[in-house]
């Protein structure tokens, strides 16, 4: 990997390294190990704090998903007994598919600090889940073939440095007839300059984009240690093509591909309202496993 910085691009305080795309599974696993630490950095000093008002949040009932994800996916309740839930953080997103009317559900989440946070959240629910601390890459195959729905996204995608071994995950963990449903950012996000009050475009290659930085936006969780004294995390631009075409070629069959002006969370905090509903921020895909 190359460690000389190069058409660095910075946001208030925080410098993005351009880096060439991951050259072998090597260097997939090293940028994966770092993003690990810099998760689990993440996981100790913002969410862990976190953890009473997330308890409290899921035992009152209340559900994070988004309204694009029940438009996708109805009624829960009704097809969904076995979920898994790929880089699922500290688990409010995860057990919040219970409150849905999910039956089981399971974890994965390269953080074992994250994990810690989910597991610590289950347990003071008294609720049954699995959680597992493992790369996506490595989840675990007596996993193979229980999902119904394989579920992830809301800042999941950009984490991924092997898009194929990814997607071949995603299909040996479904069920025959499962469903993987993914809603994220817009890979076009990524030209836009967050901190602007208008769609602006930043001049990085939409179709080749890597970078690495340290430290985080304030619109995220801020910074909680000095930022060069953080764990150096690396990001991956995948273009929607990328996306669904590692999908199909599983032999998934795609059902839906959605485009969406709504965000997840404020990845434009300071855009006027004149320009919200004009471009995508976020976009939803739903494939199923038609065979064994
Ligand atoms: C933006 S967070 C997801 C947030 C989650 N949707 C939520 O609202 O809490 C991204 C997650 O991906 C996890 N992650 C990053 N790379 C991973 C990998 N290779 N395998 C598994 N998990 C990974 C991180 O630890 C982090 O918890």
């Known amino acids: 990997m190359n460690?000389?910085?190069?058409?660095?691009?910075?946001l208030n305080d925080l410098t993005f390294r351009h880096e060439a795309p991951a050259a072998d599974s090597d260097?997939?696993?090293?940028?994966?190990t770092g993003n690990r630490g810099a998760w689990n950095e993440v996981a100790v000093h913002?969410?862990?704090?976190?953890?009473?008002?997330?308890?409290?949040?899921?035992?009152?009932?209340?559900?994070?998903?988004?309204?694009?994800?029940?438009?996708?996916?109805g009624d829960l309740s009704t097809w969904c007994d076995t979920a898994i839930h790929l880089m699922?953080?500290?688990?409010?997103?995860?057990?919040s598919l219970l409150n849905e009317g999910v039956k089981?559900?399971?974890?994965?989440?390269?953080?074992?600090?994250?994990?810690?946070?989910?597991?610590?959240?289950?347990?003071?629910?008294?609720?049954?889940?699995?959680?597992?601390?493992?790369?996506v890459l490595d989840t675990p195959a007596e996993l193979d073939g229980t999902a119904?729905?394989?579920?992830?996204?809301?800042?999941?995608?950009?984490?991924?440095?092997d898009l194929d071994a990814w997607a071949a995950v995603v299909h040996r963990l479904l069920k025959p007839g499962g469903v993987f449903h993914v809603l994220d950012d817009h890979p076009f996000v990524w030209l836009l300059d967050p901190d602007a009050d208008k769609p602006v475009y930043f001049?990085?290659?939409?179709?080749?984009?890597?970078?690495?930085?340290?430290?985080?936006?304030g619109s995220y969780v801020g910074n909680f240690i000095p930022i060069d004294q953080q764990t150096?995390?690396?990001?991956?631009?995948?273009?929607?093509?990328?996306?669904?075409?590692?999908v199909a070629n599983t032999g998934l069959r795609i059902e839906h591909l959605g485009e969406h002006p709504e965000d997840y969370w404020p990845s434009m905090p300071n855009w006027k309202d004149e320009y919200r509903g004009k471009v995508p921020l976020t976009f939803s895909l739903l494939a199923r496993k038609v065979s064994g």
């Not at 460690?3 to 910075?10: E, L």
């Open 3 to 10: 460690d000389q910085p190069s058409d660095d691009r910075v």
């Open 27 to 32: 260097d997939v696993k090293r940028r994966h």
């Open 46 to 73: 913002s969410y862990r704090k976190d953890l009473d008002e997330r308890v409290a949040f899921l035992k009152a009932g209340k559900s994070n998903m988004h309204p694009i994800e029940k438009q996708n996916l």
């Open 88 to 95: 699922c953080a500290s688990g409010r997103d995860t057990l």
């Open 104 to 135: 089981h559900v399971v974890g994965i989440d390269i953080s074992d600090e994250h994990i810690a946070n989910a597991r610590a959240t289950s347990e003071a629910l008294g609720v049954a889940a699995t959680w597992h601390a493992c790369d």
């Open 148 to 161: 119904d729905l394989v579920y992830t996204g809301r800042g999941a995608m950009c984490w991924l440095h």
């Open 203 to 217: 001049d990085i290659d939409y179709f080749t984009h890597s970078e690495s930085s340290q430290g985080w936006p």
């Open 232 to 246: 150096r995390k690396y990001e991956r631009l995948w273009t929607l093509a990328a996306i669904v075409n590692a």
